[in-house]
């Protein structure tokens, strides 16, 4: 008789540990199994192996199934599973759930059981040649065949081998400031893809992305692929089958392409890298996709690029310290023109919420223009712009509208209200606002007019003048980059931790969850509670 084999399990569910099961066979880290865990049952990964598993063995249930129809998880993907369960305070099951959501899990077994049907076909168009037959017949047979054998193939692609590649260890991400960095990427790109490897380039939001696939599509036609929220779970699977099996592809995503199983990863590429959209709040894992893409490139050996106009401060501090190296870029940008809004009304210079000297800007401008609002209220803006700006095609955007608009057509940009940047209550206020700043002067091809009551407010200098200063207040204070905030929320009890940088994470983590499973017991299991880590990589 043999003799059990325990395994560790993976469901997609927040347990505070990982059950274990008995299999009829030895089965390897990663595999996919089907179990039962309160009375349902779930689509599993093995994630460790051992000869007994320290607890009552008679209490350990068998798996239902070893399911070697649906293709294994990588080491590099559980590798970096841990590492998100235990750098942000949650569950590996919270992140298997977002690595193979229900969605992707169906998909997968779906196209699982097609190819079963086809080796089903297959095999009666086997034994239907074996008899004989007339020749139109068999040759029919053997077509049919030869297709049904094709589509197998096609299913049951053998992943890319690195082919002799190692592994890089200790290669620093790029920190890559300043504009044109578009050409810079297809340039990495194209020595990446002439060594067969895969590349992934994450953006903020899902505009962002279609703007660069336009682009690297015209530079490299049938090798780019587009990975949101909007494409089926169909195209999901076969994206992820794509970079499993072979190299010199391109996947440019938002967050969830992390998740992806890559084989041969050889550059990570996160253009915007300060955009705030990159933070995951809701639900768990609460990662910050930028962070952890340095970790993927680390664990994959692949070259890792921070792209910004204006960088977070703590890719700054990185820089600073050695963690990461910086690149400029230097390619000319628009020039920023300031206007002082309490000095235009002590002179009589404005009409409302718009300055005489940007209402003569807009006349002249010769084109559209974009006025982005701040705290003026839009239906008043509106009928203000079309008695002031009369025979001029006008735009009113917010911050938020102007990040997704293409801000080149515009043959003027202006921000109304750029006090509105930099509400007084938030301490990362200054640093955003530079990169608001930043980013619009970036995107535009014409003229740039900023409206504020504080030109002298150091926002509106470069991040190399700023980003020093607010490093200083940082470290007095004790804020990121300098420390970890931990928000937790016990049932509505909001609590902010700071962690400073000799504390031990591996006891907070352990004190947390277990005030989180006392609070959950203590209320039934009907209080929710959640902990969001503020990183530093």
Not at 398 to 424: E, I, K, M
Not at 434 to 447: H, I, N, T, Y
């Amino acid at each position: 008789m043999n003799e059990a084999c325990y395994i560790q399990v993976i469901v997609p569910l927040r347990l505070e540990w990982t059950p274990w099961y008995k299999a009829p066979r030895p089965v390897p880290e990663g595999t996919r199994v089907a179990v039962v865990f309160a009375h349902r049952t779930y689509t599993g990964v093995v994630f460790k192996t051992a000869a007994a598993p320290g607890i009552d063995t008679s209490k350990v249930q068998d798996i239902l199934r070893i399911q070697d129809e649906l293709a294994p998880v990588s080491p590099e993907e559980l590798q970096f599973w841990e590492f998100i369960s235990d750098y942000y305070l949650c569950t590996l099951g919270e992140v298997y759930k977002a690595a193979y959501p229900a969605g992707k899990l169906l998909s997968e077994q779906k196209a699982a059981n097609i190819l079963e049907r086809l080796r089903q076909r297959l095999a009666i168009r086997e034994e239907a040649l074996n008899k004989k037959h007339k020749d139109s017949v068999r040759e029919r047979l053997q077509a049919e065949r030869d297709a049904i054998a094709g589509q197998i193939e096609a299913l049951t692609r053998v992943p890319a081998t690195r082919s002799g590649r190692q592994k890089t260890a200790g290669r620093k991400p790029v920190l890559l400031t300043g504009n044109g960095r578009t050409e810079v990427y297809l340039s990495l790109c194209r020595h990446a893809l002439e060594q067969g490897l895969n590349v992934l380039v994450l953006t903020p939001e899902i505009a962002a992305g279609e703007q660069l696939t336009t682009v690297f599509e015209e530079a490299f036609p049938g090798q780019v692929h587009s990975v949101n929220s909007h494409i089926t779970e169909a195209r999901r699977r076969r994206v992820a089958e794509d970079v499993r099996c072979f190299g010199a592809q391109i996947v440019i995503g938002a967050r969830s392409a992390l998740f992806l199983p890559f084989s041969r990863l050889g550059l990570i590429i996160v253009e915007n890298e300060q955009d705030m959209l990159f933070k995951q709040t809701e639900p768990a894992p609460r990662y910050n996709a930028r962070d952890t893409a340095v970790v993927l490139g680390r664990i994959h050996g692949a070259d890792v690029v921070l792209g910004t106009p204006s960088p977070s401060l703590e890719s700054y501090h990185n820089v600073l310290t050695g963690k990461y190296l910086q690149e400029a870029n230097e390619c000319p940008s628009t020039s920023m023109t300031i206007i002082d809004v309490a000095a235009e009304k002590r002179k009589n210079g404005m009409c409302g919420p718009l300055s005489r000297k940007l209402i003569a800007a807009a006349a002249n401008a010769g084109g559209p223009v974009a006025l982005i609002r701040g705290w003026e209220k839009p239906d008043e803006l509106i009928e203000l712009a079309g008695r002031m700006l009369e025979g001029v095609e006008t735009d009113i955007l917010t911050l938020q509208q102007a990040r997704l608009s293409d801000l080149g057509r515009y043959s003027l940009v202006a921000v109304l209200q750029a006090d509105a940047l930099f509400p007084p209550d938030d301490f990362r206020a200054d640093e955003r606002a530079v990169q608001a700043l930043a980013m619009l002067r970036e995107q535009c091809s014409g003229a740039f007019i900023v409206q504020t009551a504080k030109p002298g407010h150091p926002v509106f200098s470069s991040f190399e003048s700023i980003y020093p200063q607010l490093l200083k207040e940082r470290k007095q204070f004790d804020l990121p980059p300098f420390t970890r905030l931990i928000d937790t929320n016990f049932g509505g009890l909001k609590e902010r931790l700071t962690l400073m940088p000799d504390h031990s994470m591996a006891q907070k983590k352990q004190d947390l969850r277990a005030r989180a499973i006392a609070f959950e017991k203590k209320s039934g299991g009907r209080a929710r509670v959640t902990i969001d880590v503020d990183p530093i990589v």
